[in-house]
């Protein structure tokens, strides 16, 4: 910004003043002038502001990624978290997750494809309950369960829901997935799944994400309903470049 300073007051001629002074710099003629200036020129002030914006969105990048690797522990090792795929996968995908989201709904399917066609890539999932009440008490029933096989199963049928989770949705696919219900609502009014589920919203506000879907892919932050594509591309940069064959 400095140097887009500099530039509009040589052409202005300023420094061609012997006698310049900070009063001088800050009078209404020179106001004037660097204003006639910007009028004449909007297109200097649109650079500027590109420039502005850019050097913006780095810097919110760069926060954006230290602050995961404060909360690495919590955010890809937390015992209270179910996960999908091998622990020493070269790619984790963490995901923070509503049930009531459609965008999360629509995501579903793209991402288990994925994760089923590529023995290196691990999912964590991330329960955060933020649209409703109903979709706090079932991630608390999700938490809830032992079995990770009895979780995917849950998450996936409710993740393949149409409409709105509610405790009659939650009461049925409990009953599905063939666990005890009322040993699960038991165990989901602990305080123990009160905390996870605070914990997890304690750690998306330290990483900015105030919304569903959101991944962490390679230390990233991606908002928002990923395509497949964008996912199998953001698995490639997290792999790194392929070795070239030898010759």
Same mark, same amino acid.
């Given at each position: 910004? *400095?140097?887009?300073?500099?530039?509009?007051?040589?052409?202005?001629?300023?420094?061609? &003043?012997?006698?310049?002074?900070?009063? %001088?710099? &800050?009078?209404? &003629?020179?106001?004037?002038? %660097?204003?006639?200036?910007?009028?004449?020129?909007?297109?200097?002030?649109?650079? @500027?502001?590109?420039?502005?914006?850019?050097?913006? @969105? *780095?810097?919110?990048?760069?926060?954006?990624?230290?602050?995961?690797?404060?909360?690495?522990?919590?955010?890809? +090792?937390?015992?209270?978290?179910?996960?999908?795929?091998?622990?020493?996968?070269? /790619?984790?995908?963490?995901?923070?997750?509503?049930?009531?989201? $459609?965008?999360?709904?629509?995501?579903?399917?793209?991402?288990?494809?994925?994760?089923?066609?590529?023995?290196? %890539?691990?999912? /964590?999932?991330?329960?955060?309950?933020?649209?409703?009440?109903?979709?706090?008490?079932?991630?608390?029933?999700?938490?809830?369960?032992?079995?990770?096989?009895?979780? =995917?199963?849950?998450?996936?049928?409710?993740?393949?829901?149409?409409? +709105?989770?509610?405790?009659?949705?939650?009461?049925?696919?409990?009953?599905?997935?063939?666990?005890? %219900?009322?040993?699960?609502?038991?165990?989901? #009014?602990?305080? +123990?799944?009160?905390?996870?589920?605070?914990?997890?919203? @304690? =750690? &998306?506000?330290?990483? $900015?994400?105030? $919304?569903?879907? #959101?991944? /962490?892919?390679?230390?990233?932050?991606?908002?928002? #309903?990923?395509?497949?594509?964008?996912?199998?591309?953001?698995? @490639?940069?997290?792999?790194?470049?392929?070795?070239?064959?030898?010759?």
């Amino acid at each position: 910004m *400095i140097k887009k300073c500099l530039i509009i007051c040589s052409f202005l001629g300023i420094f061609a &003043a012997p006698t310049l002074t900070t009063e %001088v710099l &800050a009078d209404e &003629a020179f106001e004037k002038k %660097v204003e006639n200036y910007l009028m004449q020129n909007p297109d200097v002030l649109a650079r @500027a502001l590109e420039n502005l914006q850019d050097y913006y @969105a *780095i810097e919110d990048a760069k926060r954006q990624r230290q602050s995961v690797l404060d909360n690495a522990e919590e955010l890809y +090792s937390s015992s209270s978290d179910f996960t999908l795929g091998p622990k020493n996968a070269s /790619v984790t995908i963490v995901e923070f997750f509503d049930y009531n989201c $459609g965008y999360c709904k629509r995501v579903f399917p793209s991402l288990m494809k994925i994760v089923e066609e590529n023995d290196d %890539v691990r999912v /964590v999932f991330k329960e955060f309950p933020i649209l409703s009440e109903n979709s706090r008490t079932a991630a608390s029933y999700a938490l809830a369960l032992d079995e990770q096989l009895k979780f =995917l199963t849950y998450h996936s049928k409710l993740m393949s829901s149409r409409g +709105s989770v509610n405790p009659a949705l939650l009461e049925r696919t409990l009953k599905e997935i063939g666990v005890d %219900v009322e040993a699960v609502k038991s165990r989901a #009014a602990d305080t +123990s799944i009160a905390e996870t589920i605070d914990r997890t919203q @304690a =750690l &998306a506000g330290a990483l $900015g994400i105030n $919304g569903t879907p #959101a991944f /962490v892919i390679n230390d990233e932050i991606h908002p928002g #309903a990923l395509s497949e594509d964008q996912l199998r591309e953001l698995i @490639a940069e997290a792999r790194g470049p392929k070795p070239k064959s030898a010759n």
